[in-house]
């Protein structure tokens, strides 16, 4: 299955969430996620553009807790979203899957923490992610760009800065001076 996505960057929260309330948008988690990458010794995965991740979310109250898995590929732009092959499925041990990842060979790549809620709306499904000391930007995910074009049109975000870059990638560009492999609440 692919991931087709982009990234709003600048957003002003509150103004988003009330307008996500506006239109009737399900919360589905708020809380904590733990992102920690795996690759191997000589970052193969990353120099092809893949990842292997594992992503701890700790919720508030009144969401649940869980542990995903999740393998990608390669990003493409398509139709003004990136696009790419996303694999994810839920263990219930987070530990001793890391732990198996350790002695598969991989080591961690990528450490770092950041806040996120997370809205469903129509065919979409919406991230707002805080890291420490950065802005806070979005993400609209959905089966297709023109549900991605017409849920930034609803949410009112065209003034913004549309993005197709991985994390990693605007991270680079805006927050050159930021760690983003060690990202830390």
Request: glycine share 6%; charged share 35%; aromatic share 10%.
């Amino acid at each position: 299955m692919n991931e087709i996505e982009v990234k709003i960057i600048g957003i002003d929260v509150d103004k988003l969430i009330a307008r996500l309330e506006e239109l009737g948008a399900k919360a589905i988690f708020s809380g904590i996620v733990r992102c920690l990458h795996f690759d191997f010794p000589e970052h193969t995965l990353r120099k092809n553009g893949r990842l292997m991740r594992l992503r701890r979310w700790e919720a508030e109250e009144g969401f649940k807790d869980k542990f995903e898995i999740c393998t990608k590929g390669p990003k493409e732009i398509v139709d003004g979203c990136k696009s790419r092959e996303e694999l994810e499925t839920y263990v219930e041990d987070a530990d001793k899957f890391e732990q198996l990842m350790y002695r598969l060979g991989f080591e961690a790549t990528l450490n770092n923490d950041k806040h996120r809620r997370s809205y469903v709306l129509g065919g979409a499904h919406i991230d707002i992610d805080a890291y420490p000391g950065v802005p806070v930007y979005m993400e609209i995910e959905a089966m297709s760009s023109h549900v991605v074009d017409d849920t930034i049109e609803l949410l009112q975000l065209q003034e913004y800065e549309r993005s197709t870059e991985t994390a990693n990638e605007m991270f680079k560009r805006l927050y050159p001076d930021v760690d983003f492999d060690n990202l830390k609440i």
